[in-house]
């Protein structure tokens, strides 16, 4: 195996034309524990933007390194114009762990939520600090960054593509991109305190056109999402000029969503599915007692569809229990 690659290292122009190889990526200082990740590169004959595309920053969710890993094996780059970086594993310790957050005997920490980073904190703060260096100073204004998510173990969404609104000149830049990743869900994240610390959220704020993608999760790796975002991914290159036959952007409407939250800890028991259409006041479902007794009712604020719902029946006061998509006016 050859040496990893220090993140300040870091440089395209060292791999000649044609190169397509795993390699791996070292974050250091100032970890105490240097970590080394697994990455893949690949430069075409001819120059052209970059797409970076990461995965597993919750470490249950497994169809973007997947994707990442068959899109890359497959790629052809005697026709690829520009370079392809996939980071498949983001958050090592919370792979590991088996679960969304790092390890509680590490930090306990949701990593998508903790950037741009903290040199001096805790290593998830440290880690998130690290990546967002290393993506901010590879990628600029004409390149592309793409964060693959899925629902977890705990969830089940819609497949959706979402862009940040960032009121910048990239905006514009990454909601085309997001229409042209070919989910029929297309997703304005709503801008709050949470979503500016993602690391796609940080990213965008940026300057980097950036888009995000959500697929039904539960812990699964469904084949049909997987080849989704394959499918995703090469949209994106040939939109770019950066592989033949780009497709034509299709005129998506876009939507954004609302989060409803239970406030009572106990069982769940939701009353409507995916994709189902709500009108505001109607109920979504209960919260009851282990002695059956009803806690809470829960109710749509809004009229909408459902893109999420959270399948684990165990609930706490603010997990969140459904989201609701809203379609905006164009």
């Not at 100073?137 to 173990?153: P, Y």
Request: glycine share 8%.
């Amino acid at each position: 195996m050859t040496d990893p690659i220090e993140t300040k290292d870091f440089n395209l122009a060292d791999f000649p034309s044609g190169s397509h190889a795993w390699r791996h990526i070292r974050f250091a200082d100032p970890m105490r524990v240097p970590i080394t990740l697994p990455i893949a590169i690949a430069r075409g004959n001819s120059d052209g933007p970059t797409v970076l595309v990461s995965s597993l920053v919750h470490g249950d969710e497994f169809e973007g390194p997947a994707a990442i890993a068959d899109f890359f094996n497959a790629l052809d780059v005697s026709g690829l114009s520009g370079a392809f970086i996939g980071l498949p594993l983001t958050n090592p310790w919370a792979y590991a762990g088996q679960s969304r957050n790092t390890p509680s005997h590490y930090d306990d920490l949701n990593l998508a939520r903790q950037f741009p980073g903290n040199r001096k904190g805790s290593r998830t703060q440290q880690h998130a600090s690290l990546l967002y260096e290393w993506v901010t100073r590879i990628l600029t204004e004409d390149d592309v960054f793409i964060d693959l998510h899925s629902a977890g173990t705990q969830y089940e969404y819609q497949s959706m593509v979402g862009y940040h609104p960032t009121g910048d000149a990239t905006e514009k830049i990454s909601r085309e991109l997001a229409c042209a990743f070919g989910f029929e869900n297309v997703w304005q994240i709503p801008e709050s305190a949470s979503s500016t610390r993602t690391f796609n959220g940080s990213i965008a704020r940026a300057g980097i056109p950036t888009i995000g993608t959500e697929v039904r999760g539960q812990g699964g790796l469904r084949e049909a999402d997987i080849r989704d975002l394959i499918r995703g991914i090469r949209n994106i290159l040939a939109h770019r000029q950066m592989l033949p036959d780009p497709p034509a952007v299709p005129d998506r409407h876009v939507s954004t969503t609302r989060q409803v939250c239970f406030t009572t800890a106990g069982l769940a028991r939701v009353e409507v599915d995916l994709g189902d259409k709500v009108t505001s006041g109607q109920p979504l479902g209960r919260v009851v007692s282990l002695q059956g007794n009803d806690l809470e009712t829960l109710t749509s604020p809004i009229d909408g569809h459902i893109w999420a719902i959270r399948r684990f029946a165990s609930v706490r006061p603010d997990d969140i229990a459904v989201l609701i998509a809203q379609e905006l006016s164009k």
